[in-house]
T-cell receptor, first 110, second 113 residues
Framework: QKEVEQNSGPLSVPEGAIASLNCTYS??????FFWYRQYSGKSPELIMF????GDKEDGRFTAQLNKASQYVSLLIRDSQPSDSATYLC??????????FGTGTRLTIIP | DTEVTQTPKHLVMGMTNKKSLKCEQH?????MYWYKQKAKKPPELMFV???????INESVPSRFSPECPNSSLLNLHLHALQPEDSALYLC????????????FGSGTQLSVL
């Protein structure tokens, strides 16, 4: 069974601080990794994607991938109240199926 | 057009009703997906159509019947649903390669009475 695991939280971070979200996956052969943000009652919105080891930055967001340790993380700098949402980690395990983790609920405290 | 459009946004149906969910994209994407999401749970894959052919069926009960009339349109036909089928139904599309990102529609919130 190929799995994606996340700490469900809630994770509380002060406004302006860095939020760090982590995700581990079970298959060393996985090739593509995604972070989606989901507000309550809304659909998932793609935040970041990463295919290679290392860091990828886009504005306030940085995705980090370590295939040897089988983890992917998302850093949110200068956290804003609007960043409060559930963050879903998703992994392609070598086919068309995109498998989601259970999500981490993030709350930014003003 | 950079959107995946789902209709209706909300649907209430009885257990004896037949209804359909509709999904459209005009981005030229080659694969389309149906996911089901219960409250406070992650999306669960139901079906994948790739180049208009059903490529993945995650052992979904036959009361859910997918249809892909063309590369831009995906339907989910519903019949004799149960109250536990109440959920947010999400459609997504993928540009081409199997490992590319998915773009989600806004979803249909379904309630089965």
């Amino acid at each position: 069974q190929k799995e994606v695991e996340q700490n469900s939280g809630p994770l509380s971070v002060p406004e302006g601080a860095i939020a760090s979200l982590n995700c581990t996956y079970s298959d060393r052969g996985s090739q593509s990794f995604f972070w989606y943000r989901q507000y309550s009652g809304k659909s998932p919105e793609l935040i970041m994607f990463i295919y290679s080891n290392g860091d990828k930055e886009d504005g306030r967001f940085t995705a980090q991938l370590n295939k040897a340790s089988q983890y992917v993380s998302l850093l949110i700098r200068d956290s804003q109240p609007s960043d409060s949402a559930t963050y879903l980690c998703a992994v392609n395990f070598g086919n068309e199926k995109l498998t989601f983790g259970t999500g981490t609920r993030l709350t930014i405290i003003p | 057009d950079t959107e995946v459009t789902q209709t209706p946004k909300h649907l209430v149906m009885g257990m004896t009703n037949k209804k359909s969910l509709k999904c459209e994209q005009h981005m030229g994407h080659r694969a389309m997906y149906w996911y089901k999401q219960k409250a406070k749970k992650p999306p669960e894959l139901m079906f994948v159509y790739s180049y208009e052919k059903l490529s993945i069926n995650e052992s979904v009960p036959s009361r859910f019947s997918p249809e892909c009339p063309n590369s831009s349109l995906l339907n989910l036909h519903l019949h004799a649903l149960q109250p536990e089928d109440s959920a947010l139904y999400l459609c997504a599309s993928r540009p081409g390669q199997w490992n590319e990102k998915l773009f989600f529609g806004s979803g249909t919130q379904l309630s089965v009475l």
